[in-house]
């Protein structure tokens, strides 16, 4: 049986080893990335997209870990096309935030490692989505979080705050 991607988004966080594989996933990210000892120079400037001109994408098994730990927490995207887990100036977001976040730093030094880690990591976030039977999708951040609230009400979760299966 096909299931809908909210609901294996919902399945996905109700495993504990999901949880920690993906816990276990981005403890190795920050280690690898620190590495290279990378500087901010903007300050969270990056996190306003449009203003900054870039985007962020991110897989179905972000999604899924970042609904697990911030769904009480649940924000739709605003007009200003900024992230809306950024408050003033600084991420609410930083235990679940997605890869790129992580991996993203303006300083011209980090263009010599960025592509490649980051290409590395995604590898392996394909694996975990096809080890935890998510549907990959590869999907831009605002559009991404504003689609997944869509869903969830299209499929009967009325709001992406309630899981309602497991009573939370
Ligand atoms: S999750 Fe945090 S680091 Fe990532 S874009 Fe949003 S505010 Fe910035």
């Not at 990335?33 to 990056?46: E, I, K, L």
């Not at 899924?64 to 200003?80: K, L, N």
Request: net charge negative.
């Amino acid at each position: 049986m096909t299931i809908s991607l909210t609901e294996s988004i919902l399945q996905a966080g109700r495993r504990p080893d999901f949880v920690d594989r993906m816990k276990g996933f981005y403890a190795s990210v920050d280690e690898s990335v620190a590495g290279h000892r990378p500087t901010c120079w903007n300050h969270g400037v990056c996190c306003k997209f449009e203003s900054f001109g870039h985007k962020l994408f991110v897989t179905s098994a972000e999604l899924a870990y970042f609904h697990h730990g911030r769904r009480d927490d649940w924000r739709s995207p605003t007009e200003d096309r900024a992230c809306p887990y950024q408050i003033d100036g600084l991420c609410t977001a930083r235990e679940h935030r997605p890869l790129g976040c992580r991996i993203f730093f303006c300083d011209p030094a980090a263009q010599a490692w960025q592509p490649d880690e980051y290409e590395s990591h995604l590898k392996t976030l394909k694996g975990i989505c096809l080890e935890f039977g998510l549907e990959y999708r590869y999907q831009e951040w605002l559009s991404a979080l504003q689609s997944l609230e869509a869903e969830f009400r299209a499929n009967g979760h009325l709001d992406p705050r309630i899981d309602v299966e497991a009573g939370l």
